[in-house]
C-alpha cells in the first residue's frame, strides 16, 4: 500500500511539474511538485501510522481541491489537449492512489509480531 501511497504522490508532483511547464507560472507550481514529493519520501520513509494518516489526510485535502477546481473539470473534459489533460488526470489519479494508499497502510498499520508459545 505504501508502494501505491508514493507512486500516486509522485504522478501528482509530475503533474503538477507538467503545469509549470504549460503555465510558465514557476513559483506557485514549484510548491505543488514539492509538497507530494515530500510526502512521498515522508511514506517511503516511515511506516508509523501518524506520517501515514497526515500523507491520506493531505492528500484527501489536496484531491478535493482538485476536483472541485473548474479548470481540472474542463481540463477533464478536453483530452484532445493533451498537456492539460494529462496534467489533470496526473495529478486527480495520483491524489485517489495517494489517498488510498496511505489511508489503507495507517489503518492496517504495522501488526505486532506474534510469538510463539512453544520454547525453543
Do not use: C, K
Not at 473534459?77 to 485517489?96: I, K, Q, S, W, Y
Request: aromatic share 6%; proline share 5%; charged share 10%.
Amino acid at each position: 500500500m505504501r508502494v501505491l501511497a508514493v507512486a500516486g504522490f509522485i504522478a501528482t508532483a509530475v503533474g503538477a511539474g507538467i503545469e509549470v511547464i504549460l503555465t510558465g507560472l514557476v513559483m506557485p507550481g514549484a510548491i505543488f511538485v514539492a509538497i507530494p514529493l515530500a510526502l512521498a519520501a515522508l511514506v517511503w520513509l516511515r511506516s508509523d501510522r501518524l506520517s501515514l494518516l497526515f500523507a491520506a489526510l493531505v492528500a484527501a485535502l489536496f484531491l478535493y481541491g482538485n476536483v472541485t477546481y473548474s479548470v481540472t473539470v474542463a481540463r477533464l473534459e478536453h483530452p484532445e489537449e493533451l498537456g492539460p489533460f494529462v496534467d489533470a488526470a496526473l495529478r486527480t489519479l495520483g491524489l485517489l492512489a495517494a489517498l488510498i494508499g496511505s489511508g489503507a497502510a495507517a489503518i492496517i498499520g504495522q501488526r505486532p509480531q506474534s510469538r510463539s508459545s512453544v520454547p525453543r
